[in-house]
């Protein structure tokens, strides 16, 4: 028994920080749904007999999720990356263009259209227009 407790210990690196098991299963988790969204995996990947064995021998205490499991985080990761990306449109046309007001032109009166402010475009033609502005 102490020449069990001394090999382990001796195997041991002592600067590792110790990961508890629900972050550990969390970190697993979401590898697993990266490897799924990146590689257009199936989600039925996680029910392959080949797929769980080989997750079974690189950690044995991970229990894989089910594919409905799955399903639902590939949808909570749609709805995040989702959100983000809708901030970062937001910020970019809010500092690219300014406000941005909806009027409807006369042409097509039933079909909305964006369109910069006058300060907006005003600075636009300062921008491109270089010299005397004749209106």
């Known amino acids: 028994m102490l020449r069990h407790y001394r090999a382990r210990q001796e195997n041991e690196v002592p600067d590792?920080?110790?990961?508890?098991?629900?972050?550990?299963?969390?970190m697993l988790d979401e590898a697993l749904l990266n490897f799924i969204v990146k590689d257009c995996q199936p989600l039925s990947i996680v029910e392959s007999e080949g797929?769980?064995?080989?997750?079974?021998?690189?950690?044995?205490?991970?229990?894989?999720?089910?594919?409905?499991?799955?399903?639902?985080?590939?949808?909570?990761?749609?709805?995040?990356?989702?959100?983000?990306?809708?901030?970062?449109?937001?910020?970019?046309?809010?500092?690219?263009?300014?406000?941005?007001?909806?009027?409807?032109?006369?042409?097509?009166?039933?079909v909305p259209q964006l369109m910069p402010s006058r300060r907006c475009r005003d600075t636009w033609q300062r921008a491109i227009l270089p010299g005397p502005r004749i209106l």
């Open 16 to 26: 590792t920080p110790r990961i508890d098991s629900a972050s550990r299963k969390q």
């Open 51 to 110: 797929f769980r064995e080989l997750i079974q021998a690189l950690q044995p205490s991970y229990v894989l999720p089910t594919r409905k499991t799955s399903k639902q985080m590939v949808a909570k990761k749609y709805e995040e990356e989702r959100e983000r990306v809708k901030k970062e449109v937001q910020q970019a046309v809010a500092l690219t263009f300014g406000n941005i007001s909806t009027s409807k032109w006369a042409g097509r009166p039933k």
